[in-house]
């Protein structure tokens, strides 16, 4: 081919033709994926259209990222503003006034002391941030042997080898091995099904104290954070009792241990606060968050520490390297410009509110549907971000057979029926964006619930 001719494009029609498709991998498996092929074309408030031109309600805001909705004018304005100004900025050079502003917003916004702001683009890069600001804090006062990370079964801190080292997920960990070390795992606080056998609030927070000896047992000078989320997702939504995430903080004061909270999804308003920190009215040392700030419109992730530890690396240049970490497109302008704007719809319209109040009016929808159909043995989460867990009887929690797929089933119905939710074998999960009404929330409710109903008619025919 010649250097200077152009291929010409395939139309937007034959994006879902396999032929194309080979040439390109989804986060999906390819070869099942590929034989019902969804392709988004277009998108506006709380709904997508697929490139045949089929309608979905977004009751996962795309992946928990879409806050302030689809096709939002405002966010729009401002980008296009910002696309006319400055676009990339030097990274290893300096930064730019936009990143500034936000940095110094997210500071004012965020709870407690956390006031200095690393950006990047995706959740993994901020986590795994996060994994190195803690080592080399410990490195800087005086700790060099604090270098390990405690993190949960079923997390999941993103894709990238630390973040990825630091989750928790077999099916998504295995099969990379092998995997950084430096990284111990112990049990989340699945009360459901706990993994101790025992039973809230009769349980003397267990999952947590445990933490607590594996710290001994590792050696507690060899360990330099716990990295959480206030809300577990992967494992099915696990929303922890109160008593948890207090218990996480005192372990981690009394061993001189970051708490590293990852707010990938739980932060900028899901569970009816700007942060989950605040729902739970807990503090972390380090925050991260990402998918809700920009709202989709540009990627952005921020890691927001306190003060004290930003202090430790602003010493002379003689004995302090200062914050060893960076990428290509930090701090982006068009990035940060869409994050301001985000956070600026989010407070002015009070989305916060919104997401406690129409958290409400899911959950209660959430259990008609468990009383309706009786294959509902759990509904957990908080504001926008919440779930269901599918038994085959609630009275003795026992599971539908992980063959059955019974999520896996519910939710492939619902995408069919026109609404787009997180599915998984056992549990399904819905996260809409924060600017949902209650119709809107019904409307998503009432595919759920037909979806429900049709997988149930499937398995007993
Ligand atoms: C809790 C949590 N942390 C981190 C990540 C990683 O984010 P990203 O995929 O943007 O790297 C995700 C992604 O889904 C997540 O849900």
Redesign the pocket.
């Known amino acids: 081919m010649s250097a200077t001719l152009v291929p010409d494009l395939i139309s937007e029609a034959q994006t879902t033709e396999e032929q194309f498709l080979r040439h390109i991998f989804v986060r999906d498996q390819m070869a099942e994926w590929s034989k019902s092929p969804l392709v988004m074309a277009r998108a506006d408030g709380v709904f997508y259209w697929d490139v045949t031109g089929k309608r979905y309600l977004d009751a996962l805001s795309g992946?928990?990222v879409v806050s302030v909705g689809h096709n939002n004018r405002r966010i729009l304005d401002a980008l296009r503003r910002q696309l006319e100004r400055l676009c990339f900025s030097p990274p290893m050079h300096g930064t730019n006034p936009v990143a500034v502003q936000l940095a110094n917003l997210l500071a004012e916004l965020a709870p407690g002391d956390l006031s200095t702001v690393k950006f990047q683009?995706?959740?993994?890069?901020?986590?795994e941030a996060a994994i190195k600001l803690a080592r080399q804090y410990h490195r800087l006062t005086g700790h060099p042997g604090k270098y390990k990370v405690i993190s949960r079964y079923l997390?999941?801190?993103?894709?990238?080898l630390g973040?990825l080292s630091a989750?928790g997920l077999k099916s998504r960990k295995t099969v990379n091995e092998p995997l950084a070390p430096g990284f111990v795992h112990v049990f989340p606080p699945t009360c459901y099904r706990c993994p101790f056998g025992k039973e809230y609030p009769r349980c003397d927070m267990t999952c947590a104290t445990l933490i607590g000896q594996v710290i001994e047992m590792e050696d507690p000078d060899t360990v330099a954070a716990l990295m959480v989320?206030p809300i577990?997702?992967?494992g099915g939504i696990i929303d922890p009792p109160p008593e948890y995430l207090p218990l996480l903080r005192d372990i981690c004061d009394r061993y001189n241990i970051l708490l590293i909270f990852?707010?990938?999804?739980?932060g900028i308003g899901r569970t009816g606060q700007l942060f989950a920190a605040e729902t739970f009215g807990v503090t972390p040392d380090v925050l991260?968050t990402?998918?809700g700030l920009s709202g989709g419109y540009a990627?952005l992730?921020a890691m927001i520490c306190t003060k004290s530890i930003a202090d430790v690396f602003w010493g002379p240049i003689a004995t302090n390297p200062g914050f060893v970490e960076g990428h290509t497109f930090e701090g982006n302008p068009l990035s940060c410009a869409v994050g301001i704007e985000v956070l600026r719809e989010i407070l002015e319209r009070d989305l916060c509110s919104n997401a406690r109040r129409q958290g409400e009016v899911l959950r209660a929808g959430f259990e008609r549907l468990a009383k309706k159909y009786g294959v509902i043995g759990d509904i957990r989460g908080k504001g926008l971000l919440q779930g269901i867990e599918f038994v085959r009887n609630p009275a003795t929690k026992e599971p539908f057979p992980t063959e059955t797929a019974f999520g896996v089933r519910v939710g492939r119905r619902a995408l069919a029926n026109g609404l787009l939710c997180r599915f998984d074998p056992h549990w399904v999960a819905f996260g809409p964006p924060l600017i949902v009404t209650t119709e809107q929330l019904e409307e998503m409710l009432a595919v759920l619930d037909r979806s429900l109903g049709e997988t149930l008619d499937e398995l007993s025919s």
């Open positions: 992946i928990y683009c995706g959740g993994a890069e901020v986590t997390s999941w801190h993103g894709s990238t973040a989750s989320e577990g997702h992967t990852d707010e990938i999804i739980t991260c990402a998918k990627p992730s």
